[in-house]
């Protein structure tokens, strides 16, 4: 008996066979590929942006380092002070404004108001203060000593204030404010102390 003879399989299509099954598996799956690479990129920006971000902790506080003032507190003369400004945070405060306002405290206590200060069109505007920088504004007294407000002064019990109040805008865009109220109680010195109402900053 003679046995079937079996068809001789060729090379080329063999190869043939293996191609349109493996574009067969491609077309297949083709999707699903797309869609594990692009997850895989999305999730690789997102740890990226995550960790090069700056962190809600690494936002810019603007507050006061120093004040300096020169009188003296005679009749006639206007003080002058400069007022030091420092971003003690990461990253910069942006949009960075000031008013500030140096006047004579009539009484020797502060009364329960809120901050009798708003920010006005006289602000003063620092534009972006980088991490650890330290901005200054000059300010004085509108009008020179009078003789009453002179001798107040020289007995203590009215005394001279600069009062202010910020605004700047953190890289997360989220707005800021700080208020402060400085106080020259001992005049043998030309820094001025902070009050004890109206320093506040969020």
């Not at 206590?109 to 069109?121: I, R, S, V």
Request: aromatic residues 8%; charged residues 20%.
């Amino acid at each position: 008996m003679t046995s079937p003879i079996k068809p001789e399989s060729t090379p080329g299509k063999e190869a043939s066979f293996e191609q349109s099954s493996s574009k067969g598996f491609l077309d297949r799956h083709r999707y699903r590929w797309i869609a594990l690479i692009v997850g895989f990129v999305a999730l690789s920006a997102v740890v990226w942006i995550r960790g090069n971000a700056p962190q809600p902790a690494d936002r810019p506080r603007v507050t006061v380092q120093q004040t300096t003032i020169v009188g003296p507190l005679v009749q006639h003369n206007i003080p002058t002070a400069t007022v030091f400004l420092k971003n003690s945070g990461q990253s910069p405060a942006l949009m960075t404004k000031a008013r500030l306002v140096m006047t004579v405290w009539t009484a020797d206590t502060f009364p329960a108001w809120d901050m009798p200060l708003k920010l006005g069109a006289d602000v003063h505007d620092f534009g972006e203060i980088n991490p650890g920088s330290v901005v200054s504004r000059t300010i004085s007294l509108i009008m020179p000593l009078t003789d009453v407000q002179g001798m107040h002064l020289e007995r203590k019990d009215w005394f001279i204030v600069i009062l202010g109040i910020m605004s700047y805008v953190d890289t997360f865009g989220k707005p800021h404010q700080t208020t402060l109220c400085l106080i020259w109680r001992d005049t043998s010195q030309d820094n001025l102390s902070p009050c004890e109402r109206w320093n506040e900053a969020d």
